[in-house]
């Protein structure tokens, strides 16, 4: 075994470390998603058509006959728990039905936490070495765990491969710099808001870390796996899927409030939720106007030929 290839098999076996012992759920409750209104933010950034979950159900029935609606496979990818995955193969009002959906993941502690009301095959595996076989999926799923993944151009030129020609691929994921870090601008109009508008208590993440000057831990202190080619995403991504939709967002959101999201117990008090909703607007404003980077991105696509 050459050196790299011993390194990457110790980074693979400290992620499955992480991923076997983390309680995830706390990590969940203190999240900036978890803070009152910007779950809402991010729903309304898809407009009229709803939610991701909703326009992938909508297209799937577009473009599967109705006698495919209820036999279709699904495949979902560093799927942990598939607490976030799992409402893209069950809708209840949705005619598509899935009659098979599989999961990859490195931890099988995370996949015996799966409760899902669909037929599920969970398969333990480093999704880095993934080989699937040829169109053999209608939809394929990734939720903040493709960012996991050093070999990503393995991981789309297999999905690629596996998804069938009317399937659709969907993915919420990190596209910012690696292991989580926060881009100069975003930093500077972050810092800037936490300390003009949160008091110290607001600003106290479950870890006992003050936010302000501090935003993010230090590249070291996060598992190997965590954002280890982020940036190399969505150009692999956009090489063998075209697509249909992608929303990008949380370039202040989420170095403001990740960590936080245990401060801000509902119903939020007026002054706050004002405090909450200008983040949200400056946020999708400053996006749009190129003054920070986006840092997440979801997106809905088809194949390319």
């Known amino acids: 075994m050459t050196n790299a290839e011993h390194n990457e098999a110790n980074d693979i076996q400290k992620a499955t470390e992480t991923w076997d012992t983390i309680n995830i759920n706390q ?25 991701s979950v909703v326009t ?19 495949l979902a990818l560093v799927c942990g728990d598939m607490a976030s995955e799992k409402h893209y193969f069950y809708y209840p009002t949705s005619p598509v039905r899935f009659a098979e959906v599989t999961g990859y993941d490195i931890s099988s502690v995370s996949l015996s936490r799966v409760q ?49 020609s009317n399937g659709l691929i969907t993915f919420t994921e990190w596209i910012g710099p690696e292991y989580l870090q926060i881009p100069l601008r ?39 796996s965590e954002a280890c080619n982020s940036r190399q995403i969505m150009p692999e ?22 960590g936080l999201g245990g401060n801000f117990p509902e119903p939020l008090t007026s002054v706050e939720k004002k405090k909450i909703n200008f983040l949200t607007f400056l946020d999708k404003s400053l996006t749009e106007l190129g003054i920070i980077q986006p840092l997440f991105c979801t997106t809905i696509g088809e194949k390319r030929s």
Not at 200 to 223: A, C, I, N
Not at 238 to 256: D, N, S
């Open 27 to 51: 990590v969940r409750d203190v999240s900036w998603m978890a803070v009152p209104g910007v779950s809402e933010h991010l729903a309304s950034l898809f407009g009229p058509e709803g939610t």
């Open 56 to 74: 992938c159900h909508e297209l799937l029935a577009k473009r599967y006959p109705s006698d495919e609606h209820s036999g279709l496979k699904g």
């Open 116 to 164: 899902v009301d669909f037929p599920f095959n969970g398969v333990c595996e480093d999704v880095n070495q993934i080989e699937l076989k040829p169109e053999s999926f209608d939809l394929v799923v990734g939720s903040h765990g493709l960012h996991h993944i050093k070999n990503i151009k393995n991981l789309f030129q297999q999905t690629h491969k596996a998804l069938r």
């Open 186 to 224: 975003n930093r500077c109009v972050t810092t800037a808001l936490l300390l003009g508008l949160f008091p110290v208590e607001k600003r106290t993440t479950h870890m006992g870390k003050v936010k302000g000057f501090w935003l993010q831990y230090d590249p070291s202190e996060f598992d190997p």
């Open 237 to 258: 991504y956009e090489k063998y899927f075209r697509p249909l939709l992608k929303v990008v967002y949380g370039g202040i959101l989420y170095p403001a409030l990740e």
